[in-house]
Structures are given as C-alpha cells and as structure tokens.
C-alpha cells in the first residue's frame, strides 16, 4: 500500500474485554514498531520487529500485552482482560532496511476502554 | 532520568521568530537523532535526521548535535503560524552498521506556538 494502514481506526471496549489491532506496514519495509500514546503524552515504545522476530519486547507494559508478525508483513497487538489505563492511541510505524530510524507512521487506533 | 528529555512547552513565539527547541539524552552510546512534528490529532512526520556532531540545515530547519554534552536542537528559522505542532525528539539506541538498529526512543515532546 502506499501507507502504513491501522486498524480500526477507533476501538470501544468494556473493561476485561480482549482486543487486537492490526498494522500492515508499507510494502518492503522490514522493521515494524508499536507505540501508545496517552493524551497529551509522548510516544511509548512499546514493541520492535526486524522481520518476524521482536529483538525488543521491552516495552510491553505488562503480560497482557502480546504482538506478532508474520510473512514481514502485517502485525497483530493484542491486549487482553482490558483495562482502563489502556486508553491510548496505538501507533504503528515501519521502516525501510536497515532500520533508519525515518519511521513512517499509521494514523493510529484509539483505544477507549469503558 | 528520563532516556529522551524535553520541554513540553508550550513555547509560544511571534511569527518570523527563531523558535529553538531542545533535547537531552541519557544513552551516550546513542548513534542517530531525529526530530518529528506532530500537528494536533495527526501522526507524527519525520522532519529532520542528524548522525554527527555539528550543524545540519534543511531549508528553515537546523538541527545541532553535540555528542558530548548529549544534546540535540532544532532551530526554526523565520517561524510561521503552520510550524505550530508538537516536536518530538527521537534517539536511536541501536547501532546503524550490520543491518542493525535499535528502538527509537521519543521525547515527551515541545509544543510550539507560533502566533500570527
């Protein structure tokens, strides 16, 4: 595609609930990130992947927290048993290889955890 | 201490100004530096990279790097009302040789306001 595609792009869900957010990066990107940002907040690194594999998981705030990746290409984070301090926008960006750090970013999912 | 400082502002300066914008780093083996603007309710865009020590300019932008010290800046040069935007300040952790690169770690961001 021509840019990172999120989705959806808004998410309302109660409290306990499980969730997944997808990510399908830019065609030929290797390296896929997950930010959360809180309102009025910075970005918070969440999760890195080079390919399918996550050389840095440590971000994820907690075990409920959980992403994968497969064929290079599309990304699911998954959150379970929902929380409210959840809340947030989910950003995803990718890169072209190596990682340059010019990340291209999704127009994110709001998360709103009731 | 925070990996990635900045002030969150806001700074409000007068169009035409010189709107400087700063950052500090903990990491001093970070490689690469980067500044992003986000315009309210938008994603962030990168705006500026900087890898070595010293000046680099792009049309009204400056980014200033000084690895001793571990600070970066970004420099507006003859400010309008359209660079009003939150400014991010990104470092890489990881190094850039051998296909491999870090996390990039963001700032709390500057908002800056650049009034008519």
């Known amino acids: 595609g021509a840019g990172v595609s999120q989705s959806p792009s808004n998410k309302v869900t109660e409290k306990g609930k499980d969730v997944e957010l997808r990510c399908d990066p830019i065609?030929?990107?290797?390296?896929l990130y997950w930010y959360r940002q809180s309102l009025g907040q910075g970005l918070e690194f969440l999760i890195y992947?080079?390919?399918?594999?996550?050389?840095?998981k440590s971000g994820l705030p907690s075990d409920r927290f959980s992403a994968e990746r497969t064929g290079g290409s599309v990304s699911t984070l998954t959150i379970q048993r929902t929380q409210q301090e959840d809340s947030a926008v989910y950003l995803c960006?990718?890169?072209?290889?190596?990682?340059?750090?010019?990340?291209?970013f999704g127009e994110g999912s709001r998360l709103t955890v009731l | 201490q925070k990996e990635v400082e900045q002030n969150s502002g806001p700074l409000s300066v007068p169009e035409g100004a010189i709107a400087s914008l700063n950052c500090t780093y903990s990491?001093?083996?970070?490689?690469?530096f980067f500044w992003y603007r986000q315009y309210s309710g938008k994603s962030p865009e990168l705006i500026m990279s900087i890898y070595s020590n010293g000046d680099k300019e792009d049309g009204r932008f400056t980014a200033q790097l000084n690895k001793a010290s571990q600070y970066v800046s970004l420099l507006i040069r003859d400010s309008q009302p359209s660079d009003s935007a939150t400014y991010l300040c990104a470092v890489n952790r990881g190094a850039l040789i051998n296909n491999q690169g870090g996390k990039l770690i963001f700032g709390q961001g500057t908002e800056l306001s650049v009034k008519p």
């Open positions: 990491d001093r083996g970070s490689q690469s």
């Open positions: 992947f080079q390919g399918n594999s996550a050389p840095d």
């Open positions: 960006a990718s890169s072209l290889p190596p990682p340059t750090g010019e990340l291209f």
């Open positions: 065609s030929g990107h290797t390296a």
